[in-house]
């Protein structure tokens, strides 16, 4: 029990990325809807980026950017323990904005979809599919 | 980190992750995913992730929005789930 | 199927709290993926690119070619978008819409009638309730210039603040975004035309990949910024700063354009009349 305690108290970033994972997946399975279905993959990738966001996280450290390095003299040396590790930041960045774009695509994709059948919902399609 | 701010703000991330896909009204669920993204975007604030938690706030909660709301305006707005 | 689902995920969510003990605690600063190539980056991130800010230098500098190619990712993310829904085939109406600006009152013209096409105090409009709101209007007006000056600081200060290419071209293509949505997209258009935009996002990728491919010609590997030192007049170090300045101008270029380019075509279902 202390064991688990302690674990949930160290590790309690981990317990809302696996909610979270768990929520995306439901609504990627579960739901019927198009936009549904999309915003769970968003909640998805979201809690992915939480995860490494945590990773990166050191106790006691400040944002990575450098205190010494507005001014010129910059000679005295930088203790990596000092900084957050930025490896993890800097692979996230661009997956939120390459999230944003597979969001413009699958959007796109909902629309055409909703033009040749004028539904979004799946069963719908489906129905519409077997008819003739 | 500052764990009673942190806790409200991983519970109403909780709390309107699970409302964005059980709402039963397509316009609904993405005023709630903005609200998720932004909410996520403080996240990453606490954690010290300032680039993520700025692009998180800029393309999340901005330009997703209007992607979803300009998506359900051309198709509808009706869900059945 | 709901069923399915939540056995699938309690499974899923299993294994995952399963595996919970090994993930390394939370803030732990020996953790595996702080202590192997990320220590070097910020020790030495500083001395060799002369950003203090560590994110932009890995970002544009150290992890270069990663970045080159999410840039492509979202350009060819918003040729898809244009590619799938973007009709040219117009319906022509039988009856065309009219406002007068000055009063607001809508004008239907029938089939054959005289259109005041070319008068300056009519727009063409394409349905009969279309709100017109005086103060929204010049609220947006006066505030998307300082959103674009925003996204160029931004773009400019990512050496030193959080920021760069990524976060400015998002905001700049948000200030456009923000005036389609307060008047229509037609008067975007007059201003920002789709084939600027689709040109706009090339050139973006085209300045990264440009950039690497001059490197590669003045005799360093692709994308070593070092080797403009020569070319910019400055010394190495200085040389990839402005190289990393360069390149996220291009990212910036590119990620406005795709954001506006997928809002043209979401907005308007591809036929690009009058937008939300």
Known sequence: MEAILSSFLTKYNYWVFIGLVMIGMYALIAKRNLVKKIIGMNIFQTAVILFYVSIGAKQGSTIPILDSGHGHDAHHAVQAIDYINPLPHVLMLTAIVVSVATLGVALALAIKVHQQYGTLEEDEIAAQIDKP | M???????????VMVSGIGAIMVRDLLGAAVLFGVYSFLMCLLYAIMGAVDVAFTEASVGAGVSSVFFVAAVFRTSRRTKD | MRFIAL????????????????????GDPASPASTHVSPYYIEHGAADTHAPNIVTAVLADYRGYDTMFETAVIFSAGLACFFLLRTFRQKSAETKLYRHIPTGVTLRIEKGG?????????????????????????TCRLIVPFVQLFALYVIAHGHYSPGGGFQGGVIFGAAIILFAISHDL??????????????????????????????????GNFLDYSRL??????????????????????VGLAVMAVMVMLYYNLSSAGRHDEGL
């Not at chain 3, 056995?7 to 939370?26: E, R």
């Not at chain 3, 200085?238 to 360069?246: P, Q």
Request: hydrophobic share 55%; proline share 5%.
């Open chain 3, 229 to 250: 030192a020569g070319l910019l007049g400055v010394d190495a170090v200085m040389a990839r700063s402005h190289g990393i300045l360069i390149v996220e101008i291009g």
């Open chain 3, 186 to 219: 037609r008067s975007v258009f007059r201003r920002l035309q789709e084939k600027t935009a689709i040109l706009l996002s090339a050139a973006g990728v085209l300045i990264y990949a440009g950039t690497g491919v001059l490197c590669l010609i003045l005799g």
């Open chain 2, 2 to 12: 500052i764990w009673p701010v942190d806790l409200i703000i991983m519970l109403l």
């Open chain 3, 114 to 138: 005289k259109t005041p096409a070319g008068s300056e105090e009519f727009e063409p409009i394409d349905s009969h309730w279309v709100p017109y709101d005086m103060i929204i209007n010049m």
């Open chain 3, 7 to 26: 056995i699938t995920i309690l499974l899923m969510g299993g294994l995952l709290f399963y595996g919970l003990p090994d993930f390394p605690d939370w």
